[in-house]
């Protein structure tokens, strides 16, 4: 394909991606949820994407300069509030009382310093706009100051771009970080809201402004031609990832339906409950309860059992008294608790002489949601797979020694 083909091409991608994106943009700022913020704010971060799109297709034509749809690229500068969309976004997500507050407002002060960047190009006549441009594509330089001035204009406005979006990856992941541990303390099942896909895209996006970087801005601070078609496919896989992000976020249930009860000190792990009021004596008696209910009403069998509704079952209040019994006694966490006692019960499935049901039969049946969850759980707590336990079972029963296997009690 030669380069005006690809070109082509790669506009009417663009075309039907801006399109696409509106339409995905739009369904986010209408899904009507428990927490609407986190949509809204995704779905901002996604109309962007399908401005910035629909700015390349005409940029590729020098006619473009000549037309009031030239100020379409005003709006590059709004890419410096990317990152902090998806960083409120993904905070908006996983705080358990989510909410907006007045000095959020500074995330999007870098808007100021892409404003003031990019300011030069636009108010430049078509002309030098153009001359510029297609100097800065072909990697020539120019003995004009004023033309040499705008050539350095996107390039510097981009590497301040790309550096602040890494900054705010950095930022979400540590968010990430933080809410992977939240919900093991609060959540028996954590498939669907463990966030691991917005990681994923994150990394993946990563990798692309890196690229970018490469094909781009490397370039033009030593006067070569832009690796084009490297940046074209750049760019467009970026727009694909944050399209990616839109659409999972699209089914991404909400995580806290109620906002959860805050336990003093908890940022801190060293003091962690330095302020608690469970005594000794209290936590003895509650460590009996706990054991009890466990063992004979099984609990763990329901597949979305949260802490909340087993403190409620215990009549312990406030919860988190329940999880800091299970951190300080059982030395876990609720997620872990009551997936061990899941993989004892599917242990007596397993150790049947005739089983009839299937591997995923016995994940469903002891509580797990998805038979690639019970397969990590297992082979978290057993350090084998289902068929690898049953297999040594059968064979330790009909070895000379004979006789079951001594289980390991819980707690």
């Known amino acids: ?66 037309t009031p749809l030239r100020w379409l690229r005003f709006t590059y500068f709004l890419r410096f509030a990317l990152g902090p969309l998806l960083y409120l976004y993904t905070k ?12 959020t407002l500074w995330h999007f002060s870098p808007l100021l310093l892409g404003i003031f960047l990019y300011s030069p190009f636009f108010i430049a006549e078509s002309d030098l706009q153009r001359i510029a441009l297609k100097l800065f594509l072909e990697g020539g330089a120019s003995s004009s100051y004023h033309i040499q001035l ?63 970087v490469s094909t781009v801005v490397v370039p033009a601070f030593l006067h070569k031609p ?18 990616c992000v839109g659409y999972f976020g699209l089914f991404q249930p909400t995580i806290f339906v109620r906002p959860l009860p805050v336990e ?12 608690s009021t469970l005594t000794p004596d ?37 919860i988190h008294k329940l999880s800091q019994l299970i951190n300080t006694e059982f030395k876990q966490n609720f997620f872990d608790l009551i997936n061990q006692y899941r993989i004892e019960e599917a242990k007596k499935y397993l150790e049947q002489d005739k089983r009839k049901e299937s591997i995923l039969d016995v994940a469903m049946a002891v509580g797990f949601n998805s038979q690639s969850a019970f397969y990590n759980a297992f082979k978290k707590h057993t350090q084998v797979t289902p068929k690898q336990y049953e297999k040594n079972h059968k064979d330790l029963i009909t070895s000379p020694a004979g006789g079951r296997g001594r289980r390991v009690s819980v707690g």
């Open 150 to 212: 705008l050539i350095w204009v996107p390039v510097v406005a981009s590497l301040a771009m790309v550096l602040q979006m890494l900054v705010y990856i950095v930022a979400i992941l540590k968010l990430l970080k933080k809410h992977a541990i939240q919900i093991r303390e609060h959540f028996s099942s954590i498939e669907r809201i463990n966030l691991n896909w917005l990681k994923f895209l994150l990394l993946s996006m990563a990798v692309f402004w890196m690229i970018y």
């Open 264 to 275: 003093k000190g908890s940022d801190r792990p060293s003091g962690r409950y330095l302020t």
């Open 282 to 318: 209290r936590a003895k008696a509650y460590k009996e309860k706990l054991l009890q209910c466990l063992e004979r009403d099984k609990p763990y069998l329901e597949c979305n059992l949260t802490l909340q509704q087993l403190a409620h079952k215990l009549a312990i209040r406030p």
């Open 1 to 66: 394909m030669d380069h005006s083909n690809f070109e082509f091409v790669f506009v009417t991608v663009c075309l039907f991606g801006s399109i696409q994106g509106v339409l995905l943009g739009t369904t986010l700022w209408l899904l009507k949820t428990p927490a609407p913020q986190a949509n809204r704010l995704l779905a901002a971060s996604v109309f962007l994407c399908s401005l910035f799109l629909l700015d390349i297709p005409f940029a590729a034509y020098p006619e473009y300069f000549y």
């Open 226 to 243: 832009l690796l084009t078609p490297y940046y074209y496919v750049t760019y467009l896989g970026i727009s694909l990832l944050l399209y």
């Open 92 to 103: 908006a997500l996983t705080a358990p009382t989510p909410s907006f507050e007045r000095k």
